[in-house]
């Protein structure tokens, strides 16, 4: 099948996070493609992945990366796909680094970024099953089965004692 989703990352070392978009991405049936890709170690890997993207099929592009997180936004700058950036939380400065490097784009090349480490990771695969909801009834309806049975566990579960 297809991959809609393309998930990058700057090392092996941010898989940790990036495993719960593709965990999420899988739990809502969304065909994707994972891979390390770094502006910064593999340059040229990363223009080709991103001027290739869109011609293979991929719709949404999201991008880990942590400290000097330049990938989401030389990514995002050499495609016109959406990129969603997760600032992976890293451990001299706790992700404040990724964040900052992540979100502070110059007007005309966007990045959606997400939050530091898990929430952003997971909040990335559910913010593409809503870009390709739009165009996917299947994804749409995914979506809306997570967010129904969230809210459900929230509401049957009102004690914050019980375990
Ligand atoms: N921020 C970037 C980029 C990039 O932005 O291109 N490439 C690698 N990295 C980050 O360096 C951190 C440490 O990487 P290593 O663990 O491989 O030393 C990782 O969080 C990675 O995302």
């Given at each position: 099948?297809?991959?809609r989703?393309?998930?990058?990352?700057?090392s092996?070392?941010?898989?940790?996070?990036?495993?719960?978009t593709?965990?999420?991405l899988?739990?809502l049936?969304?065909?994707?493609?994972?891979q390390?890709?770094?502006a910064h170690?593999?340059?040229?890997l990363?223009?080709?992945y991103?001027e290739?993207?869109?011609?293979?099929?991929?719709?949404?592009?999201?991008?880990g990366a942590?400290?000097?997180a330049?990938?989401?936004g030389?990514?995002?700058?050499?495609?016109h796909?959406?990129?969603?950036?997760?600032?992976?939380?890293?451990s001299?400065l706790?992700?404040?680094?990724?964040?900052?490097?992540?979100?502070?784009?110059p007007a005309?090349?966007?990045?959606?970024?997400l939050?530091i480490?898990?929430?952003?990771?997971i909040?990335?695969a559910l913010?593409?099953?809503?870009?390709?909801g739009?165009?996917y009834p299947?994804y749409?309806?995914a979506?809306?089965?997570?967010?129904?049975?969230?809210?459900?566990?929230?509401?049957d579960?009102?004690?914050?004692?019980?375990a």
């Amino acid at each position: 099948m297809t991959a809609r989703v393309g998930v990058i990352m700057g090392s092996k070392s941010d898989w940790s996070t990036l495993s719960h978009t593709v965990e999420m991405l899988d739990k809502l049936g969304i065909p994707n493609e994972v891979q390390v890709v770094s502006a910064h170690r593999t340059p040229d890997l990363l223009f080709q992945y991103a001027e290739q993207a869109e011609g293979r099929g991929i719709e949404v592009i999201i991008a880990g990366a942590g400290g000097a997180a330049h990938l989401p936004g030389m990514c995002a700058a050499k495609t016109h796909l959406p990129v969603l950036g997760v600032p992976v939380q890293s451990s001299i400065l706790s992700g404040v680094d990724s964040l900052l490097s992540i979100v502070q784009m110059p007007a005309g090349v966007p990045v959606a970024t997400l939050a530091i480490g898990k929430a952003g990771a997971i909040n990335a695969a559910l913010l593409a099953a809503s870009i390709l909801g739009n165009k996917y009834p299947e994804y749409h309806a995914a979506l809306k089965d997570f967010r129904d049975n969230q809210t459900q566990t929230v509401l049957d579960n009102p004690d914050p004692r019980d375990a």
